[in-house]
């Protein structure tokens, strides 16, 4: 399979900061996603971003295929911004969808 | 629409018995995913439907896990026997396309399935 790596594991921001997420992976994809679970379990899609930036709202993502990573930023966080997010890549000619171990993010009021 | 539907959202059993969680997507949706979450393992895709037929299978942990999609609203995922390394909470998904720019996957609530 291929590896997804994401840093760091855990993030407590003040409401108002910014963040920034990294997702590395280990071989060459053609999709990448990113969501978000919140604390009572639902999965939301973020971004659907295999290369360049996306932006929507304060969230924005970049995927730098070639050094295979991909970043997103979060900013101004608020409380509802609290979760588990998730990197998810699909190889090239694979069919098989791998998730990261996530990041888990806690903002303080 | 009212999105993704799972039944039922939670399951506790006895281990041998047979367990049958079910989906329904967003209509139009072409594509149904099958997800397992556990705190060991995290998220797992075990398989997923075109067009109501299983695309890719190799998720599936093994012969006891088998999953339907007898017509376009409607599918199941089956454990029998159940036994409690099963498990997690299962999530359903569906999306337009795949791997495009439209392949924004909406999940469902989940099922918490618990196996004594």
């Known amino acids: 399979g291929i590896q997804v790596e994401q840093s760091p594991p855990d993030l407590i921001l003040q409401e108002g900061a910014n963040s920034t997420l990294r997702c590395n992976f280990s071989?060459?994809?053609?999709?990448l996603q990113w969501f978000h679970q919140n604390p009572w379990g639902q999965l939301i899609n973020l971004f659907y971003?295999?290369?360049g930036t996306k932006q929507n709202g304060r969230l924005s993502a970049t995927t730098v295929a070639t050094e295979r990573y991909s970043l997103l930023y979060i900013s101004s966080s608020q409380t509802t911004d609290s979760g588990v997010y998730f990197c998810?890549?699909?190889?090239?000619?694979?069919?098989?969808?791998?998730f990261g171990t996530g990041t888990s993010l806690t903002v303080i009021p | 629409d009212a999105g993704v539907i799972q039944s039922p959202r939670h399951e506790v059993t006895e281990m041998g018995q047979e367990v049958t969680l079910r989906c329904k997507p967003i209509?139009?949706?072409?594509?149904l995913f099958w997800y397992r979450q556990t705190m060991m393992r995290g998220l797992e895709l075990l398989i997923y439907?075109?067009?109501?037929?299983?695309?890719?299978d190799s998720g599936m942990p093994e012969d006891r896990f088998s999953a339907k999609m007898p017509n376009a609203s409607f599918s199941t995922l089956k454990i029998q026997p159940s036994e409690p390394r099963d498990s997690a909470v299962y999530f359903c998904?569906?999306?337009?396309?795949?791997?495009?720019?439209?392949?924004?996957?909406?999940f469902g609530p989940g099922t918490r399935l618990t196996v004594l």
């Open positions: 071989d060459s994809v053609n999709n």
């Open positions: 439907f075109n067009n109501n037929v299983p695309i890719d």
């Open positions: 998810a890549v699909e190889r090239i000619n694979g069919n098989q969808f791998y």
């Open positions: 971003i295999p290369s």
């Open positions: 998904a569906s999306s337009f396309q795949r791997a495009s720019s439209t392949d924004t996957q909406y």
């Open positions: 209509s139009g949706h072409d594509y």
